[in-house]
């Protein structure tokens, strides 16, 4: 499976930004799917995941209520909506999808497939 971001890129604190991750190779449907990020100078850290079926999301704490995580299987892309944005959430975002039980998990290590990641800068 080939996964492919986009959508990032300069905002400015409390702006909107929408990601998208489109699979190839592979049909989406047989995965559950997460976004994570890294910050410079710090570990990849759980953003959002949705499970295969796309009927339960669960979001890291900081991003509950702001950041929505969707999936158009039929367009095979998973979407990270993120919205009121803070200059402490630059940071390198990355698309990841696990097969298996299509459970969605918050550990990177549990994830087979990457995404080469995309860019959010905000700015203060």
């Known amino acids: 499976v080939q996964l492919q971001a986009s959508g990032g890129g300069l905002v400015q604190a409390g702006g909107s930004l929408r990601l998208s991750c489109a699979a190839s190779g592979r049909t989406l449907s047989s995965y559950a799917a997460a976004w994570f990020r890294q910050a410079p100078g710090k570990e990849r850290e759980f953003v959002a995941a949705i499970r295969r079926s796309g009927g339960s999301t669960r979001y890291a704490d900081s991003v509950n209520g702001r950041f929505t995580i969707s999936r158009d299987n039929a367009k095979n892309t998973v979407y990270l909506q993120m919205n009121s944005l803070k200059p402490e959430e630059t940071a390198v975002y990355y698309c990841?999808?696990?097969?298996?039980?299509?459970?969605?998990?918050?550990?990177?290590?549990?994830?087979?497939?990457w995404g080469q990641g995309t860019q959010v800068t905000v700015s203060s």
């Open positions: 990841a999808l696990r097969g298996g039980d299509g459970y969605y998990y918050t550990r990177e290590g549990q994830y087979d497939y």
